[in-house]
T-cell receptor, first 112, second 113 residues
């Protein structure tokens, strides 16, 4: 099983749609979880951390299921500017806080 | 807003040449990192640096790679003898403390011919 696995997409959705991304991770002892966003040929940028209780930031909701080793990201009322690749990221267990394991990303394209 | 800056933005080099990629982390940050991303692939951890020494490195970070913080501001990645497979985008990142957000630079694209 890959360390962090995501559906590569692409997800092509109209403006205003709700879209959900899923991610699984292999190491049950992982402690920290994140969603990053990466625009084409740009650096990754933190979108949000993911907490066990689930968390929301505006149109974005992240969920973590430790038992299933599953992370999700929900985007509501999608905007053209949401078009990007969404990276599921897990802190490497036993590694430093900055030793992050990235998924390959799910590409989202929001159309008018 | 403070940011991590990297130079050069793009470097083309011949196989076997030495390359130095430079980074200026955010000024009050204490932890420094290099990541790389081969075109179309995932972002991969290379090395972390704290208190003037390497704190962790991946299996990618072999003897051909080295890092240095020669002064109070720069953080460099050196590749001694580049190979074709070193062609990638190299991202520098920094954070202020353990657990704090990791800030990435815009990257240096390395092309090895």
């Amino acid at each position: 099983r890959k360390e962090v696995e995501q559906d590569p997409g692409p997800f092509n959705v109209p403006e205003g749609a709700t879209v959900a991304f899923n991610c699984t991770y292999s190491n049950s002892a992982s402690q920290s979880f994140f969603w990053y966003r990466q625009d084409c040929r740009k650096e990754p940028k933190l979108l949000m951390s993911v907490y066990s209780s689930g968390n929301e930031d505006g149109r974005f909701t992240a969920q973590l299921n430790r038992a299933s080793q599953y992370i999700s990201l929900l985007i509501r009322d999608s905007k053209l500017s949401d078009s990007a690749t969404y990276l599921c990221v897990v802190n490497k267990y036993g590694g430093s806080q900055g030793n992050l394991i990235f998924g390959k990303g799910t590409k989202l394209s929001v159309k008018p | 807003e403070p940011e991590v800056t990297q130079t050069p933005s793009h470097q083309v080099t011949q196989m076997g040449q030495e390359v130095i990629l430079r980074c200026v982390p955010i000024s009050n940050h204490l932890y420094f990192y290099w990541y790389r991303q081969i075109l179309g692939q995932k972002v991969e951890f290379l090395v972390s640096f704290y208190n003037n020494e390497i704190s962790e490195k991946s299996e990618i970070f072999d003897d051909q790679f080295s890092v240095e913080r020669p002064d109070g501001s720069n953080f460099t990645l050196k590749i001694r003898s580049t190979k074709l497979e070193d062609s990638a985008m190299y991202f520098c990142a920094s954070r202020t403390r353990g657990g704090g957000e990791l800030f990435f630079g815009e990257g240096s694209r390395l092309t090895v011919l």
